[in-house]
């Protein structure tokens, strides 16, 4: 199948603004949301209790920043996200909940950031739009790059699996949560736009590459089915 061009999938974002939006729920296609967004933001407080500047990658409309900010106090926030409305709802919730927002509108594999420029990485639900083993290792290495000494990166995405029959298995189990969560009619559209978009990669792969940039103290935060919460830090 070929995948969705760069300017189609910003247009859908452009879209899609309400369903980001949900503090509660985070993001409703994706298993364990909530759960997940609180995870990566207490693990996140808890390494890097004194970080002054997040950078929130794929920041569609704030959620992540929004969840880290009732753990820690931090001060500054850099959004980053293809879509222009998600970045225009991150920037008013972000200011709302009292902080300093620096919207960039970008796609990942085009940010530009000073090295150590940032004490925290968000990334929720982003790489998976990444497409070749170089971009991959390539971002990998500029997350490292852009975060101070004793910074720590957290991810939440979706990922595939090793084994074929695996990656079917756990496949089913996402076909049958959003299938109660919105009827097989909304299972189907989701799965058809996950297959023109996304080029998930397992979890396993993901911490090779965090180790191979550099980073150390990996942990797993959470996996159920095709997703999982991780983080790792920069060596101090």
């Known amino acids: 199948m070929t995948k969705s061009t760069v300017e189609q999938i910003r247009a859908r974002f452009d879209a899609d603004v309400e369903r980001f939006s949900n503090l509660e729920t985070g993001q409703t296609a ?3 949301a909530a759960l997940c967004l609180a ?4 693990a996140a407080a808890a390494v890097t209790p004194g970080a002054a500047h ?16 009732q753990e820690l106090p931090f001060s500054a ?21 009292g902080l300093t927002p620096t919207p960039v509108q970008a796609d990942l594999r085009a940010a ?8 925290i990485i968000l990334a929720g639900a982003v790489l998976h739009h990444l497409r070749t083993p170089a971009e991959w290792e390539q971002t990998f290495s500029q997350l490292y790059t852009w975060l101070r000494p004793g910074g720590s990166v957290w991810i939440f995405d979706m990922v595939a699996h090793e084994h074929p029959a695996i990656d079917a298995l756990q496949r089913e189990r ?6 109660a969560a919105g009827g097989p009619d909304y299972a189907a559209i989701v799965a058809a736009y996950v297959d023109r978009e996304d080029s998930p990669i397992p979890l396993t792969t993901q911490l090779e590459l965090l180790r191979r940039a550099g980073f150390s103290s990996i942990d797993v935060l959470h996996k159920n089915a095709a997703f999982a919460a991780f983080g790792a830090c920069r060596p101090a």
């Open 30 to 32: 994706t298993m364990d």
């Open 112 to 119: 530009h950031f000073p090295p150590q420029a940032f004490d």
């Open 39 to 42: 995870l990566v933001a207490r």
């Open 54 to 69: 997040v950078l929130d990658l794929g920041c569609g409309a704030g959620n992540f920043t929004l969840r880290l900010r």
């Open 174 to 179: 996402w076909t049958a949560y959003l299938t």
């Open 77 to 97: 926030v850099t959004l980053v996200d293809l879509s222009q409305p998600m970045l225009t709802r991150a920037v008013a919730r972000t200011t709302a909940a």
